[in-house]
């Protein structure tokens, strides 16, 4: 079964809204989680390191303010995509680390964000 | 900074065949670590094989190998026997001590029944 968790896995929402993505590690305690966007047809771009009890680190051209990443606990991180626009429909998939460190990284299934 | 090249877009393979797809990567760290990932339509992100920088033997994960060429800054990727279920996107990716993964643009690898 899945060892990191996402939801939801798909989500359509109205443009000037804001919606949240969740992702959980399901068997382990996971003080860092990573964040991806992956466009149809590209690769994934890693936008931010979620850091359980403090501020996300953002990669550069990354707009903080939108993309609000709060990690409240050791098994969740949450994506809010605020104030949403059709060109931040996408794929989102998260990653988690485990405490056994670079050897356990575990993808989630990853969240389709389609605004309209 | 990180950076990870696919030049091929796409790739075929006859079943049962050997496929090698290529990738380079550039970092400036000396300690990191390098995978390939497979993405089918589903999308779920499936670990193929991991090699640790620091080691000069090839990682080998039954029919996938790897062939890293540190100085070359090459892990291509050599798929034997060949099965449709191999059929995907297939990512290398680059990462450094701090967990985050640097991801090449994907090949898309069809195998030939």
């Known amino acids: 079964g899945a060892v990191v968790s996402q939801h939801p896995s798909w989500v359509i929402c109205k443009s000037g809204t804001s919606v949240k993505i969740e992702c959980r590690s399901l068997d382990f305690q996971a003080t860092t989680m990573f964040w991806y966007r992956q466009f149809p047809k590209q690769s994934l771009m890693l936008m931010a390191t979620?850091?359980?009890?403090?501020?996300?680190?953002?990669e550069q051209g990354v707009e903080k303010d939108k993309f609000l990443i709060n990690h409240a606990s050791l098994t969740l991180s949450t994506l809010t995509v605020t104030s949403a626009h059709p060109e931040d429909s996408s794929f989102y998939i998260c990653?988690?680390?485990?405490?056994?460190?670079?050897?356990?990284?575990?993808f989630g299934e990853g969240s389709w964000l389609t605004v309209v | 900074a990180q950076t990870v090249t696919q030049s091929q877009p796409e790739m075929s393979v006859q079943e049962a065949e050997t496929v090698t797809l290529s990738c380079t990567y550039d970092?400036?760290?000396?300690?990191?670590?390098l995978f390939w990932y497979k993405q089918p339509p589903s999308r779920q992100m499936i670990l193929v094989i991991r090699?640790?920088?620091?080691?000069?033997q090839n990682a080998t994960e039954n029919r996938f190998s790897v062939n890293f060429q540190k100085a070359a800054k090459s892990f291509s990727l050599k798929i034997s026997d060949s099965q449709l279920g191999d059929a995907a996107m297939y990512f290398c990716a680059l990462s450094n001590t701090g967990n985050q993964f640097y991801f090449g643009t994907g090949t898309s690898l069809t195998v030939i029944p």
């Open positions: 990653s988690a680390v485990s405490p056994g460190g670079l050897n356990t990284i575990y």
């Open positions: 970092t400036s760290e000396s300690d990191y670590y």
């Open positions: 090699q640790e920088a620091y080691k000069q």
């Open positions: 979620s850091n359980e009890g403090s501020k996300a680190t953002y």
